[in-house]
């Protein structure tokens, strides 16, 4: 509504699109302003009703509004996805070992908004640090620790969150595969202070990883024929 107690609709319009500037609003009110509704089209209403409002004409404009966030979506998924495949060809074209664990990491950090991540993997019934961004030595050692205890020492087959309380980070534990299992695991960290990983993230990054197992063997293998 235009008139409420303590802020009024075109506040509440400002703030709400300052918060998220792809959000619909309808304005509903009494007040029949010109003024008032070039203001509040100004600020990003997507209409603007003036009372008594008819229900069939407020419903279709909801429904309108839906269908234009499920295109927006829709075409988000579609970009996302296209940004993906494109990550994953450049893995999949490179042949140097070390070059692509720094990669992946690096992809896997844009895909998920990680702060820091580190590649483990298990050689001799060892778990071993490969490539890491934005640790330090004794927070490597602590990571690969952790990764120890959660997975008793082996290497996950799925992606596993870890949501961190009060001072503890969030962890996001994403498996690199090939056809005989897992090889490598991607540990995304994330400070305290921000949220979670969420599922969309985890799926994505699980994805990355998912098509590039077969390139990194395929890069281990070419740098041991190079010897």
């Known amino acids: 509504d235009l008139r409420m107690p303590d802020m009024d609709g075109l506040r509440l319009l400002v703030e709400a699109r300052r918060r998220d500037p792809r959000l619909d609003v309808i304005l509903v009110t009494a007040v029949?302003?010109?003024a008032t509704a070039v203001e509040a089209l100004k600020s990003g209403a997507w209409h603007y009703l003036v009372k008594p409002v008819a229900p069939t004409a407020l419903r279709l404009d909801v429904v309108r509004c839906l269908e234009r966030r499920r295109m927006a979506s829709a075409l988000d998924e579609w970009r996302r996805q296209a940004e993906l495949l494109e990550v994953t060809a450049t893995l999949s074209g490179e042949l140097e070992p070390r070059r692509v664990r720094q990669l992946l990491?690096?992809?896997l950090?844009?895909?998920a908004s990680a702060d820091a991540g580190l590649v483990i993997e298990a050689r001799a019934g060892q778990l071993l640090p490969r490539a890491g961004r934005g640790l330090s030595r004794p927070a490597v050692k602590e990571l690969v620790?952790?990764?120890g205890?959660?997975?008793?020492g082996?290497?996950?087959v799925r992606p596993r969150r870890v949501d961190g309380h009060g001072t503890a980070s969030h962890g996001l534990f994403v498996p690199v595969c090939d056809s005989d299992g897992?090889?490598?695991v991607i540990a995304l960290i994330r400070p305290p202070g921000r949220e979670p990983f969420d599922g969309r993230e985890a799926r994505d990054a699980a994805y990355v990883a998912g098509l590039v197992g077969d390139a990194l063997r395929a890069a281990d293998a070419h740098a041991s024929a190079q010897r």
Do not use: E
Request: net charge neutral; no cysteine.
């Open 32 to 34: 029949d302003s010109v």
């Open 105 to 107: 990491l690096d992809a």
């Open 109 to 111: 950090l844009g895909v």
């Open 145 to 147: 620790r952790r990764l």
């Open 149 to 152: 205890q959660l997975f008793n």
């Open 154 to 156: 082996t290497l996950p």
């Open 182 to 184: 897992p090889i490598a």
